[in-house]
């Protein structure tokens, strides 16, 4: 007998040479055998099931509006996970006082302890900082490269763990880095012209370019409008966080295109204030592990916090 819809012959019969029914379904002579499944696979998929249902009794498993069913043993990851960091933290605890209670300037005195700090700050950056400056530290345009000995408002350990605490251009820290750079394109100190002389001067400073017309007339102009901050011979200026310029390290770039762009519109790059995030060890950790790095410098005599900047810089490398 054919079924009408499929074209299936279902009429079962049994295979002579295996014995077992067949399924009444044929496909150019072959015909589909009803074989039982083994009995392993069976008890396995038995098995199976039973374990699933004493899962879901068990452990968290159904999702409900608000949250999830609690299971009779109440049981959860993220219970566990928070005992597990509990229990780091109780191991950690007399490592981390210790850490609390001596100044930064004053880590390299204990050697294990100074290990202790560039381990965790280490790891510290990995989970905050990666995202902006890289897994090497090296940077990129707009977030500086931590490698090297240049710094904006110092690299002694002390003023990196300031820097860290208190950010840059976080209007909610009244103890923020800020420095404010014009606008000299923008907002019509200088015409299009000056702002290339300018630029000119500044190439001409740093290395890149041989003295010309241009950069002389951008002298004088460097000298009226930039070196307040930047210093007459462009060596920058800590207190105001003016870069240096004489240099071949770059933040935003120092090809002519990025210079003009930079001294016409200015730069405001920000860092967040980690004080407001991160716990004062953490932050100590973090400023000892950048400092670490190479680029650190020691500590000047009667080290203290610098005061945040608040006069306009100039050209933001």
């Not at 295979?15 to 055998?33: A, F, K, S, V």
């Not at 103890?175 to 015409?191: E, H, K, Y």
């Not at 002298?219 to 409008?225: I, P």
Request: net charge neutral; charged share 20%; proline share 6%.
């Amino acid at each position: 007998m054919t079924d009408p819809h499929t074209g299936a012959n279902s009429r079962k019969r049994i295979d002579e040479p295996t014995g077992t029914e067949t399924m009444g379904h044929e496909w150019d002579g072959i015909e589909e055998l009803n074989t039982p499944l083994p009995r392993w696979w069976l008890w396995t998929f038995y098995a199976c099931i039973a374990f699933a249902i004493g899962y879901v009794i068990v452990y968290p498993a159904f999702p409900m509006l608000h949250s999830g069913s609690k299971g009779l043993w109440g049981w959860s990851s993220r219970g566990a996970l928070a005992a597990d960091i509990q229990a780091e933290d109780a191991r950690r605890g007399p490592q981390m006082a210790a850490l609390a209670a001596v100044p930064i300037e004053q880590l390299p005195n204990d050697p294990k302890l100074l290990r202790a700090a560039i381990d965790g700050g280490r790891a510290a950056f990995k989970v905050n900082c990666v995202q902006c400056h890289g897994a090497g530290a090296a940077g990129g345009k707009g977030y500086p490269n931590l490698n090297d000995d240049d710094w904006l408002w110092g690299g002694d350990a002390k003023a990196i763990e300031y820097t860290l605490t208190h950010g840059v251009r976080q209007d909610a820290d009244k103890q923020t880095r800020t420095s404010q750079m014009p606008a000299f394109g923008r907002d019509g100190i200088l015409n299009a012209a000056q702002v290339q002389d300018v630029v000119s001067h500044v190439r001409v400073i740093s290395g890149q370019d041989k003295p010309g017309a241009s950069a002389a007339r951008g002298t004088a102009l460097f000298a009226a409008n930039c070196a307040v901050c930047h210093g007459a011979g462009g060596e920058g200026s800590r207190s105001v966080g003016a870069p240096r310029l004489t240099d071949a390290i770059w933040l935003y770039g120092g090809d002519r295109a990025t210079l003009t762009e930079t001294v016409t519109n200015a730069r405001y790059g920000q860092m967040p204030n980690w004080g407001a995030r991160l716990s004062p060890v953490t932050i100590k950790m973090l400023a000892t592990y950048v400092h670490s790095l190479g680029g650190g410098e020691d500590a000047p005599a009667a080290s203290a916090p610098t005061a945040p900047a608040t006069a306009p810089a100039g050209t933001a490398k």
